[in-house]
């Protein structure tokens, strides 16, 4: 009787506003709170980018060093020929410019020169605050952590858009000029990969192939003035300090293929890897020792098809300059093996490949790289592409033998914790990092 005349009183009241739920309205403010602090912390991030970041169309006066600032060397109008040959007594050499290009298993031959140089003590030139020289901007001297006017070094290796006046500020007349190149549609692809998710114009890409959707009409996506977009077109062309825009019939294109054969020594070939590396023993004078290696960076097999025959042709002809390039240095890499000597050349091979697989049985744990996931020490953590785990890394052996635990260490540590390793400020690097594992990017 009570509950049926507290009915009917309610039914003469005016209609009450239901309230929301409790639990409801909580998440309702969780969710306002976490949409106010996202666009803070983005806020935030944009202006750490900007200052950690510079702008892509830096131009060259704007970069380099003051005129009149000491140099480590007077200026060759060329390089001078190394002394060193495959005849007669040689002495190794120690001071080096490695201009390393994207993509082309460059962080496999920095360890090789990080190791060399730590191995007798060399002075290395190193970035500041971040594993790069302000890369995408061109490289000037006093990007050089601790640098001071005068200053000489024995290694340059880190990632730069490269500017041949400044570089050769900082080494002796007679460094030795080395760079890698890959077959530029398989480049391509990497780099579409790689750094795909973080060039806005492939965003609009819908397809679930977008590498295939990007080829079929790149001109309807390509933006050349894009943020990152030199990432995606003649990535070899931009990073060696060129136009990458260049229309393939300016003269400029074969001038500028002629200026990388006078200034670089060797020039390496990815696909040729192991060829590469008994040249470049050959023209330092090292060691066996000095040139083994993992490969280190490699993307999982599984998480990119090969492109097809008519993406591939497609690929090239959208890298044309870049194949031009390529184009050229393989066929001067061919002349220098066939200078070696091609039966001398496959026995060298050979002895390398062996002393890999031995260092292989005794320093990785299960014989073989792993992913991201199934690494147990996070000092052989590789450095991963945004919103995916698709380089893959190495396990060290619990127990190896005294003789080769620090060789073993020092061939499987990723480019980033070997560069904390040799002392290099990596600030930038280390926040962005932190970033992104709070994001979970």
């Known amino acids: 009787m009570w509950l049926r005349q507290g009915e009917e009183r309610g039914s003469q009241l005016p209609p009450k506003v239901s309230e929301m739920p409790l639990p409801q309205k909580k998440r309702w403010v969780s969710m306002a709170k976490g949409l106010v602090l996202g666009a803070l912390f983005t806020s935030f991030l944009v202006l750490l980018y900007s200052y950690a970041v510079p702008p892509l169309h830096a131009g060259l006066a704007s970069t380099r060093t003051p005129e009149g600032t000491a140099s480590c060397s007077p200026e060759p109008a060329e390089l001078e020929t190394p002394a060193n040959s495959s005849a007669g007594a040689c002495q190794p050499r120690r001071d080096i410019v490695f201009m390393k290009t994207h993509k082309t298993a460059s962080s496999t031959l920095l360890n090789i020169l990080f190791r060399f140089g730590q191995k007798h003590g060399l002075k290395f030139a190193f970035p500041n605050g ?14 050089v952590q601790d640098y001071r006017p005068g200053a000489c070094f024995n290694i340059i290796c880190n990632h730069m858009r490269f500017h041949y006046d400044e570089v050769r500020g900082l ?6 000029f080395i760079t890698v190149l890959r077959d530029p549609a398989r480049l391509f692809e990497s780099s579409f990969h790689y750094f795909g998710s973080v060039v806005p114009f492939t965003w609009k890409l819908s397809g679930r192939d977008k590498l295939a959707e990007f080829l079929q009409d790149p001109d309807r996506y390509y933006d050349p003035n894009g943020y990152n977009a030199h990432y995606l077109r003649n990535l070899l062309f931009f990073d060696l300090g060129y136009d990458s825009g260049l229309d393939p019939g300016d003269p400029q294109v074969q001038e500028h293929i002629l200026e990388v054969e006078r200034r670089f020594h060797l020039v390496l070939l990815q696909e040729y890897f192991d060829e590469s590396l008994v040249l470049l023993k050959d023209l330092l004078c090292w060691q066996l020792e000095d040139v083994l290696y ?11 098809p090969r492109l097809s025959g008519e993406l591939y042709r ?3 002809a959208w890298n044309v300059l870049d194949a031009r390039l390529y184009r050229h240095f393989n066929a001067s890499f061919w002349r220098k093996v066939e200078a070696f000597g091609r039966e001398r050349m496959a026995r060298e091979v050979a002895a390398l490949r ?3 697989e031995r260092m292989r049985r005794i320093c990785i744990d299960g014989g073989r790289a792993v ?3 199934a690494i147990q020490d996070s000092a052989m953590q590789p450095w991963q592409p945004l919103g995916a785990k698709s380089i893959l890394g190495y396990n060290l052996k619990k127990s190896i033998g005294q003789r080769h ?4 260490r020092r061939m ?3 480019e980033i914790q070997y560069l904390m390793d040799l002392g290099v400020n990596l600030w930038v690097t280390k926040l962005w990092k932190l970033i992104r594992d709070f994001l979970r990017w």
């Open 314 to 316: 497609r690929a090239t």
């Open 171 to 176: 080494v002796p007349p007679n460094a030795t």
């Open 294 to 304: 993992f490969k280190l960076n490699a993307r999982r097999t599984s998480a990119v």
């Open 130 to 143: 971040r594993n790069d020289f302000d890369y995408p901007a061109f490289f000037a001297r006093n990007l």
């Open 371 to 373: 992913d991201a996931a």
């Open 354 to 356: 062996r002393a890999n």
């Open 412 to 414: 499987l540590t990723p």
């Open 405 to 408: 635990a620090q060789l073993c």
